[in-house]
C-alpha cells in the first residue's frame, strides 16, 4: 500500500517538453512512473520521451485517463495550468516550481477545495513510494520500500532521513515533501491522516523546521492516531526571528520556540528525536515495544 501516489497511478507532466519537464520526465519513467502523456502546446501531436503530447490538458485528460498531474512550468504559468488540470479531473497535482505569488496559489488551493482535488507544493521536491512511483526532483538512491512513511517540508531534509532510515534496514511506504514556499496545499496533519489510514505504514517521521503556522494543526491528529508518529524540529536552538532555511520557516515573536513545538507534541503522543539519529534507534524501541 501507499499513500496519494503508486503504481496504478495515471501521471500527466505538464511542461513535459520544456528543459526540466523532459530531463525529468525521463527520469520519472526509468523508476516505473506510469506516465500516460503530458501537455506541451509547442509540440501537440508529437511525443515526448515516447509519451503522447497534447495541446491542452483537457485532451491530455481526455485521451489518457490520467488522475494524477505533476507541474514543471515557469512560476508565472502555475496557477493556470493548476487550475486547468483541477478542471479536468485530476485529483493530484504536484506543484513542483517555487517562488508562486500568494494570490495565485491561494486561488489554487480554493479551486482545489471546490473540486476535490490535492494540491502538492509549491516549491516541493515531489512524492515517492519507493519501487513504485516518483514524481518531482528527488533523487532516488536513498529509498527503499518498506512501511515507515515520512512526511517534511524540506527536500533536503527528506532526503537525509530517508536515506538514515534505508541505512538503518527501515524501508519507506511514502515519503511526501510538502514543499518549501510560504503558502502550500496539502499539510502535515492531512499527510498524518493518510498515514493512519494506509495498512501498511506502521510508524510515521515527521521532520519540521522551527517556525511556521502548520505545527500546532498537527496536535489533535497525532492525538487521534494508533500510528506511532516520531517528531523531530530542526532549529532548537534558533532566535526568534531568525528565518530557518526557507520562505515558511520564520520564527517569529508569536510562534513557539522548538523546544516549545517539541513538548506540545510530546504531550500529544508523539515520539520525540532531538536529532537525525535519533530516529532510527527510537523506530527500533517502538518495534520491540509492539
Do not use: W
Amino acid at each position: 500500500m501507499a499513500v496519494l501516489l503508486d503504481r496504478k497511478s495515471k501521471v500527466m507532466v505538464q511542461g513535459i517538453a520544456d528543459g526540466d519537464g523532459l530531463f525529468q520526465t525521463e527520469r520519472m519513467c526509468n523508476y516505473g512512473t506510469n506516465i500516460v502523456g503530458g501537455v506541451s502546446p509547442c509540440i501537440d501531436g508529437q511525443k515526448a520521451y515516447d509519451r503522447p503530447v497534447f495541446n491542452t490538458v483537457k485532451e491530455c485528460v481526455d485521451y489518457t485517463r490520467a488522475d494524477t498531474s505533476v507541474i514543471f512550468l515557469p512560476a508565472e504559468l502555475v496557477k493556470e495550468a493548476s487550475i486547468d488540470a483541477i478542471q479536468a479531473g485530476i485529483k493530484l497535482i504536484v506543484v513542483i516550481p517555487k517562488d508562486i505569488p500568494a494570490d495565485d496559489m491561494l486561488n489554487i488551493c480554493q479551486e482545489a477545495k471546490e473540486y476535490g482535488a490535492r494540491i502538492l507544493g509549491s516549491n516541493t521536491a515531489g512524492i515517492i513510494t519507493p519501487d513504485q512511483a516518483i514524481l518531482g526532483t528527488l533523487p532516488d538512491n536513498a529509498f527503499a520500500p518498506g512501511s515507515v512513511g515520512t512526511v517534511t517540508c524540506s527536500s533536503s531534509i527528506m532526503y537525509y532521513v530517508a536515506d538514515m532510515l534505508t541505512r538503518s534496514g527501515h524501508g519507506q511506504s511514502t515519503c511526501v515533501c510538502l514543499g518549501e514556499d510560504p503558502i502550500l496545499g496539502l499539510n502535515f496533519a492531512e499527510i498524518l491522516s493518510e498515514f493512519e489510514d494506509d495498512p501498511e505504514t506502521k510508524a510515521v517521521v515527521m521532520t519540521v523546521e522551527d517556525g511556521g503556522v502548520y505545527k500546532k494543526a498537527i496536535v489533535d491528529q497525532i492525538k487521534s492516531m494508533k500510528t506511532p508518529v516520531l517528531a523531530m524540529i530542526g532549529g532548537v536552538n534558533a532566535s526568534k526571528g531568525k528565518q530557518i532555511e526557507q520562505a515558511g520557516a520564520i520564527v517569529d515573536e508569536e510562534t513557539d520556540t522548538a523546544e516549545e513545538k517539541l513538548a506540545i507534541l510530546e504531550a500529544a503522543g508523539a515520539h520525540i528525536c532531538k536529532t537525525f539519529t535519533d530516529i532510527p534507534k527510537t523506530l527500533v524501541l517502538e518495534e520491540a515495544r509492539i
